[in-house]
């Protein structure tokens, strides 16, 4: 089955560790996102990828960062510098031409 | 600037029929999507709107006017499995790339 995984589902860390989150797609998309989310608010854009090798800062990108070295894969990591890191981490791709994106099941992030 | 507004909460009656309104500003308007998202889980994909008018897909329909920058999501014979969080994105221009703007949904509760 075609899909968005990612892993895992929920992931604790102490604070001051960085944490890498995995999104694998076997749709053959040219783009791929992440987003977070807070209860309360809307999905905020981290960082977007419409190609391999190539990957833009969105609106929330400080304390993150990503790489997009296959067309399959667009891990995010979380460094310590991101102040308030505990939310709910969404990945999406889409073909790039096309409106609709896709989203992955999410992967629950606690930092104590 | 870019805004998406969108009730907290509603809540219906299993059968009957619910209308979810959405209203935005945007620059570069390119087309409006409406989301369910159910606890803990991925967004997943309900409608797509860039014309003005009226789209139905079997119990879920999707209003877009343009000019007024308003949208709504009609369900109808609203089952307890609707019950979850529907969520208006629209997609715009910003930034030098088309991305998407979330509001921060709308949770339905059903009952019998």
């Known amino acids: 089955d075609g899909g968005i995984t990612q892993s895992p589902k929920y992931l604790f860390r102490k604070e001051g560790q960085n944490v890498t989150l995995s999104c694998e797609q076997n749709?053959?998309?040219?783009?791929m996102y992440w987003y977070r989310q807070d209860p309360g608010q809307g999905l905020r854009l981290i960082y977007y990828s419409q190609i391999v090798n190539d990957f833009q800062k969105g609106d929330i990108a400080e304390g993150y960062s990503v790489s997009r070295e296959k067309k399959e894969s667009f891990p995010l990591t979380v460094t310590s510098a991101q102040k308030n890191p505990t939310a709910f981490y969404l990945c999406a791709s889409s073909t790039g031409t096309g409106p609709e994106q896709y989203f992955g099941p999410g992967t629950r992030l606690t930092v104590t | 600037g870019q805004n998406i507004d969108q009730p907290t909460e509603m809540t219906a009656t299993e059968g009957a029929i619910v209308q979810i309104n959405c209203t935005y500003q945007t620059s570069g308007f390119n087309g409006l999507f409406w989301y369910q998202q159910h606890a803990g889980e991925a967004p997943t994909f309900l409608s797509y709107n860039v014309l003005d008018g009226l789209e139905e897909k079997g119990r879920f329909s999707s209003f877009l006017s343009r000019s007024k920058g308003y949208s709504y999501l009609l369900l109808k014979e609203l089952q307890m499995k609707d019950s979850a969080s529907y969520l208006c994105a629209v997609r715009g221009f910003s930034g030098g790339y088309n991305k998407l703007i979330f509001g921060a949904g709308t949770r339905l509760a059903v009952h019998p």
């Open positions: 749709l053959n998309h040219d783009a």
